[in-house]
């Protein structure tokens, strides 16, 4: 049963970095939950939470897009003007994403 | 065909109750994994599993 954990209190207060964050984990808590249904389709506790957390990952998205640009693009997302997507930093680029507790790459910024 | 030996399974992993009766040699077996022992969330994207029970991170000292 996943637990309820919010940190940094309730999405409306969270800034871009604690967005991201939650976003990340959530959105990885229900790639883990995908795989163990692919092999127990019939568990419900399973289910539930995949569900649960699907919800909270389509809102937490829309949040976040709607706040802050796209997050993919390729229509997944619509733009508002001037097109959005050029803009920096990408989700993936600004530092928040690259803590020193979880290497990843990182991109130089001008 | 016997209970695999319990002298040759890892100490950490205890001996699955649930072995089909008439195991084969040369065929894998996977328990089942149970749905439980779920990790906070934040604390699953650093470990990189939701599941405790599979959170076995290599030993650096061991090599």
Redesign the interface.
């Known amino acids: 049963m996943i637990e309820e954990i919010s940190e940094g209190g309730q999405p409306m207060d969270m800034n871009r970095e604690q967005l991201m964050r939650r976003i990340q984990e959530v959105e990885f808590a229900v790639i883990d939950i995908n795989l163990y249904l692919d092999t127990h389709p019939t568990h419900q506790q399973a289910l539930m939470d995949y569900n649960k957390l699907t919800q909270e990952l389509m809102n937490l998205k829309m949040m976040y897009e709607r706040q802050y640009g796209p997050l993919t693009n390729f229509g997944n997302a619509p733009s508002q003007y001037p097109w959005q997507w050029i803009e920096s930093p990408w989700p993936w680029e600004d530092e928040f994403t690259c803590k020193e507790d979880m290497p990843c790459g990182f991109m130089k910024r001008n | 065909m016997n209970m695999p030996n319990p002298k040759h399974m890892p100490k950490h992993i205890p001996m699955p109750m649930y072995m089909p009766k008439d195991i084969k040699l040369a065929r894998a077996y996977i328990p089942d994994?149970p749905?439980e022992r779920?990790f906070?969330?934040?604390e699953?994207?650093?470990k990189g599993?939701?599941?405790a029970n599979l959170y076995q991170p290599y030993d650096r000292r061991n090599k």
């Open positions: 994994q749905y779920l906070p969330l934040d699953a994207l650093k599993t939701l599941f």
